[in-house]
């Protein structure tokens, strides 16, 4: 994990958002280019796009669970450059190769929200060695900050509401449907933003 360093927080950032006060931001979605990566083409672009970054911004999808002891293995991992958003498909394809080298690198920080569990979650489906990767709620948390969430962080420090209509819907479908995709990326989109928020600021 990156080490933080402990700072104080900019005095005009709250340390809290209701409900109420996101209600009235304005919402926000990724509208730059988004790539499926279902085949090896796409691979190959995912891998030298990211290759190129010394941050990216990342999430998992996993199909949800209604039943008690019903569990799912995650179905995308989202990774957001400069230039575009590349949404893993793991049933599409073998993708773990890119996706172990890229949590393998060393010199890209991988900036994402409750990290420790989708960690957990794709090692459900193969070996991963992460290192330099950055839960930026744990980094909030060290600015005595009890809201950690990626809504409630983007309504504060980015000023708009990350929209989630799409949580709860079957990522294991054959096909996603448009608003699932563009709610994916923006995910892991808003996740390279707080980070660079966070170093703007000196919080890191």
């Known amino acids: 994990m990156e080490s933080m360093n402990v700072s104080t927080l900019p005095s005009d950032y709250p340390r809290e958002i209701s ?5 009235a931001l304005p919402i926000s979605r ?13 691979m190959v672009r995912a891998i030298n796009d990211i290759g190129r970054e010394s941050v990216v911004g990342w999430d998992t999808e996993t199909r949800p669970a209604f039943r008690v002891g019903e569990v ?38 991988k900036a994402g929200i409750s990290v420790k569990d989708d960690l957990r979650q794709l090692q459900m489906l ?5 290192v330099s990767v950055l839960d930026l709620g744990k980094v909030a948390q060290s600015h005595k900050m009890e809201q950690t969430g990626l809504r409630n962080l983007a309504g504060i420090f980015l000023g708009f509401r990350v929209p989630k209509g799409a949580k709860t819907t079957n990522w294991a479908a054959q096909r996603l449907t448009q608003q699932q995709i563009t709610y994916a990326a923006t995910d892991a989109w808003a996740c390279r933003e707080l ?10």
Do not use: N, W
């Open 30 to 42: 990724y509208e730059g280019e988004v790539v499926l990566v279902a085949a090896h083409r796409e």
């Open 19 to 23: 409900r109420e006060a996101i209600a």
């Open 72 to 109: 799912h293995k995650p179905s995308l991992v989202q990774v957001a450059t400069e230039r575009a958003v590349y949404v893993f498909l793991l049933q599409k394809l073998d993708l773990s190769g890119a996706i172990q080298e890229m949590f393998a690198a060393p010199g890209i920080v």
């Open 126 to 130: 193969f070996p991963l060695e992460p």
């Open 195 to 204: 980070y660079l928020k966070f170093k703007s600021l000196g919080m890191l």
